[in-house]
């Protein structure tokens, strides 16, 4: 049997996608009483879906491929041109064994290190500032982690302009207008300087450690035994740093959460590792950052009764997913106890894309983003304590990514 995919009326409906923003998907859900739905995007059509089944369809790379997937526009600010993101079969698996080859136990723990001496130098300067962004200064601190993780070197004096960039690239996702350009000229920054780097390592003027990031992009071969481009080394390398400053994003809601759900806070403080695995779990389901994800059908087929057609592009609702009432009881209760005992399937949280991450698309950084809110977290709890002065700490279902209005401010930082 053939089923028809409920559709949305429209010449192009990108219009609503930004009015609607993180709900755009869930309420054309909800009116359709569907799990599917077809819209027209960018100029093109689109079949959105969510949930646990739809993730597992999504992530299928028999049916779908990542070629041609993300916008353009997507690609010259957020992702940059011929990424591991956009790549498909053996030449994407050799890829993505690159990137999650940095991804060691040990490595991990390199991380944990760099995270809490960042937020050590930090509170030094902030205990006599009398009021600090957190946001901002977060994506400072894990700017300076980033760099110093990966094995590229970064003056004092350059950590504003650089942090502001990589910042300038994520912040651009949902963004037409100023906020976009400004993501494609700090993209177009971040390569030049980048590849610079990249270049000195290959001349043999500048010596990268063998187990960072810096040493794994400038010396990768392809399949075909070739070093990558420099430019698309550059890209990879700023696939490394870029996301780990956007991890100051999730400490942000997570210094939220702290503050909305004062309880979170002290079983952050008597917590044994248990509990902080939960809370930044939960924080990582329950606030908005990625809306959706996509890929194109690779070639026609059928599921649950609807036809896809070859190069069709498909959404996955990821913000929708994190928020279904039939995977999460009570889901727009922050609860991280609900992670207690949890038994999750690759495709039902997914905050960072579901699947696999040697062979599928799931984020590579996903492990680094869970231990880097971890320590951030337990340091703003265990090692300082601050005032939340009075503050819009809303935060936009709209603008995407969104972050709280007033980037969290606090006061009066002391050590415990
Ligand atoms: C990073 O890579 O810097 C981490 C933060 C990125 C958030 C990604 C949110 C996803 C937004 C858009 C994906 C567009 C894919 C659409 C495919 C059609």
Redesign the pocket.
């Known amino acids: 049997t053939t089923n028809t995919i409920p559709k949305e009326k429209g010449l192009d409906n990108s219009i609503k996608l930004m009015t609607e923003g993180y709900n755009f998907i869930p309420n054309r859900l909800r009116y359709f009483q569907s799990t599917i739905f077809q819209t027209r995007l960018l100029g093109q059509k689109a079949i959105c879906i969510s949930g646990e089944e739809a993730g597992a369809l999504l992530y299928d790379n028999a049916l779908f491929q990542r070629k041609g997937?993300?916008?353009m526009r997507?690609q010259k600010s957020?992702?940059g041109v011929g990424g591991v993101q956009g790549m498909d079969g053996a030449a994407h698996q050799h890829r993505k064994q690159l990137f999650m080859s940095l991804m060691t136990s040990q490595r991990l723990k390199v991380l944990h290190n760099l995270t809490v001496e960042q937020w050590e130098i930090a509170t030094r300067k902030w205990e006599n500032m009398h009021k600090v962004e957190l946001f901002e200064e977060g994506e400072k601190i894990m700017c300076r982690v980033a760099c110093q993780w990966a094995g590229v070197p970064l003056w004092a004096k350059e950590l504003k302009l650089r942090s502001n960039d990589l910042a300038a690239?994520?912040d651009a996702?949902?963004a037409v207008g100023p906020r976009h350009w400004q993501g494609r000229t700090a993209r177009n920054r971040t390569e030049k300087w980048i590849k610079y780097i990249i270049e000195q390592v290959r001349s043999g003027k500048m010596q990268a450690p063998e187990e960072t990031a810096l040493y794994a992009m400038s010396w990768h071969r392809d399949l075909n035994g070739n070093l990558l481009n420099l430019k698309t080394a550059a890209v990879e390398l700023i696939?490394i740093i870029?996301?780990i400053?956007?991890i100051a994003r999730y400490i942000t809601f997570g210094a939220l959460a702290l503050h909305q759900y004062p309880e979170t806070g002290k079983k952050l403080v008597e917590d044994d590792g248990e509990y902080s695995q939960m809370f930044v779990q939960e924080i990582r389901r329950f606030y908005p950052?990625?809306?959706?994800?996509?890929?194109r059908v690779r070639k026609d087929f059928t599921w649950n009764g609807y036809k896809f057609k070859q190069g069709t592009?498909v959404?996955l609702d990821?913000y929708g997913t994190n928020h279904s009432p039939d995977l999460w009881d009570n889901p727009d209760t922050f609860r991280p106890e609900r992670f207690g005992n949890w038994s999750g399937s690759p495709f039902d949280f997914i905050p960072q894309g579901g699947g696999e991450y040697d062979i599928g698309h799931r984020?590579a950084?996903e492990w680094v983003t869970v231990e880097a809110m971890k320590t951030s977290l337990e340091f703003l709890t265990k090692r300082i304590t601050y005032d939340v002065p009075p503050q819009d700490l809303n935060y936009s279902m709209v603008r995407?990514?969104s972050i709280p209005r007033s980037r969290f401010v606090i006061q009066h930082v002391r050590r415990k």
């Open positions: 997937a993300a916008p997507i957020l992702f690239m994520i996702f949902g696939n870029r996301p400053v956007a950052f990625g809306p959706f994800t996509g890929a592009l959404l990821i984020c950084g995407m990514p």
